[in-house]
């Protein structure tokens, strides 16, 4: 697994409060892993400040899943 | 009781009677304030009044990306900012059917459209901390209506709908969203009006004279406070009675 993917399960994990093989590639983070839609805009505000990147509005919305948030992240760091 | 030392607080508005009495009272519990308004002199004299603990941050909440910017330079300013008071306000009264769309907008975009900007521009900070106060200044014509102010009424109105429903998105992360909704205040605002309107209004005050700025600072300092922390979503109605909501 990636350096990225390792640090955004991090986050994740310490986040939602979750065991960390439940955090899979598929996992999307509102219907497997329960977090509420604010979870979702907090772990945005906190790959933002980890990766040091921007994540736009409508750009944070397709990110669902675990694999999502590897992948947006990855292209754009 | 309501001690805020440690705690930074951004007020809108501030340059006028009703802001600046909070300010004061903000100031006082150990807070460190940044004042916002449109007039830079008013805000400099406070803060010299206040001395430490004081930040002028001159802000016209009629240009979009000046209120955006706010929020930012209050946390480069205080360190953070724990405390919001939405308190500017204008006022452009005209009857219904003479009002102009430039006379709507105008009071729209200031009372109610720079509120939800600014409570936005901070939210990120509070949740981050866990911990948060917005107080948005609403009026007793929110809820009741008031002839010649449709524009204001509305605005104001509107205020309350969204503290609401800002309030039940961040009940959890520690953050408060409340409303205060003042009556008849002894300011520059209500000066306007003549001796006659001012006694016909006093007939409808069971206290029997108008409020006082501080009055209202009391009420924003209780919300604002670690005390209030289980009042989230409520509109204070300070008005010697005369609307009893």
Known sequence: ?77 | MFDLTGKTALITGASGGIGGEIAKALHGAGATVGLSGTRVEPLEALAAELGERAHVLPCNLSDAEAVTALPKQAAEAMGSVDILINNAGITRDNLFMRMSEEEWASVVEVNMTATFRLCKGVLRGMMKARWGRIVNISSVVGATGNPGQGNYAAAKAGVIGMSKSLAYEVATRGITVNAVAPGFIETAMTEKLTDDQKSGILTQVPAGRMGTPGEIAAAVLYLASPEASYVTGTTLHVNGGMAML
């Open chain 1, 1 to 77: 697994m990636s350096d990225i993917a390792d640090r955004v399960k991090k986050i994740v994990v310490e986040h939602l409060s979750v065991d960390e093989e439940k955090v899979t590639e598929a996992a999307s983070f509102i219907d497997d892993l329960g977090a509420d839609s604010l979870d979702t805009v907090e772990l945005v505000m906190a790959f933002e400040e980890e990766f040091g990147i921007e994540i736009p509005d409508d750009a944070a919305e397709t990110i669902q899943t675990f694999g999502d948030a590897v992948k947006f992240i990855t292209e754009a760091s």
